[in-house]
């Protein structure tokens, strides 16, 4: 029997709309193949909505987003928009979304393919294997605390932001990241700077709390310029890690470099769970929106489509899909077939649309 799920896909700006057309293929197939009916529905966020309405997110848009089982989104921002006042930039539009819709975990993997391994600025030895998973808290921290902003005191310009989090901040992102080790390899590493900071002396403190609950699970805690280290030294260590807002925003960066390419790597933002256990979510690729390569169809769609798996696991329990997906993909990367920002030596270079045919041709192959 078909079941509709309901989508709301959000191109956004540079690259977006040409990597989201790629999922839209394999959602069409889904459709045919898989008895998997996707409710469609567009809109637009970043800086094509602030083209056609002079904001960054409006309020129609995010009344679909609240509407919608989960929201699948390309990428926002660009040159064209940086002279913009600070408040109708794109990247807030991106904010606020995250905000009302309370998506308050965001999930980065980082996970070396083996095909790409040689791809890594890092020895091979080092990154071989690596699968981890930052969990992000996103919607807390430096970036939303009050008192925030630009001021003249005597004469003097004063820039200032405040680091703020509650303690069910914290515990509700713990629990998420508790969760998730249970699912993975049972090990937890909670970043802080508690030698400096208040406010993670209390992070620290509640997953200290929290841990309690998960006996199972093994805990340790790191700073954060440790951690920064550590990821580059010896990443195999970690399984799954667990930070404020900004470090998480810094240290999945880094992660993600170690893979090779930003150009492969999805993300996941969840908020609580309903008394269904549904709950919000948006996905999408860490990669930005390339405005320099735009529209050109060299872009690599592959973070996109691996985001729209990341959808099928966690917001409609279609894990054998969701890893149908991330099989055809290691097998195109098998097959030597490349977009530029991957490009090795005796592989072969192929567009974006090239890199979508050739991912359904290998879907049609899994039993």
Sequence with gaps: MSTTKKVLMLPGDGIGPEVMRQVQRVMDW???????????TEGLIGGASIDAHNNPLTDETLADAMAADAVLLGAVGGPKWDNLPFDIKPERGLLKIRKEMGLFANLRPALVFDALVGASTLKEEIVKGL?????RELTGGIYFG?????????????????LVYSEPEVERIARVAFDMAMK???????????????????WREVVERVAKDFPEVEVSHMYV??????????????????????????????????TGSLGMLPSASLGAADASGARKA???????????????????????????AMMLRYSFDMGDDATMIETAVQNVLKGGLRTA???????????????????????VKIP
């Design 30 to 40: 889904m459709a045919k193949k898989r008895n998997v009916n996707f409710e469609i």
């Design 131 to 135: 699968d981890i998973m930052i969990l």
């Design 146 to 162: 009050q008192p925030r902003g630009i001021e003249e005191r005597d004469g003097v310009r004063f820039g200032f932001n405040t």
């Design 184 to 202: 993975r390899n049972k090990r937890l590493c909670s970043v802080d700077k508690a030698n400096v900071l208040e406010s993670t002396v209390l």
């Design 225 to 258: 310029d440790n951690a920064s280290m550590q990821l580059v030294r010896n990443p195999k260590q970690f399984d799954v890690m667990v930070t404020t807002n900004m470090f998480g925003d810094i240290l999945s960066d880094c992660a993600a470099m170690l």
């Design 282 to 308: 948006l996905y999408e690729p860490v990669h930005g929106s390339a405005p320099d390569i735009a529209g050109q169809d060299i872009a690599n769609p592959l973070a996109t489509i691996l985001s729209f």
């Design 341 to 363: 920002d991957i490009m090795q030596p005796g592989m072969a270079k192929v567009s974006t649309t090239v890199m979508g045919e050739s991912l359904i041709n290998e879907l």
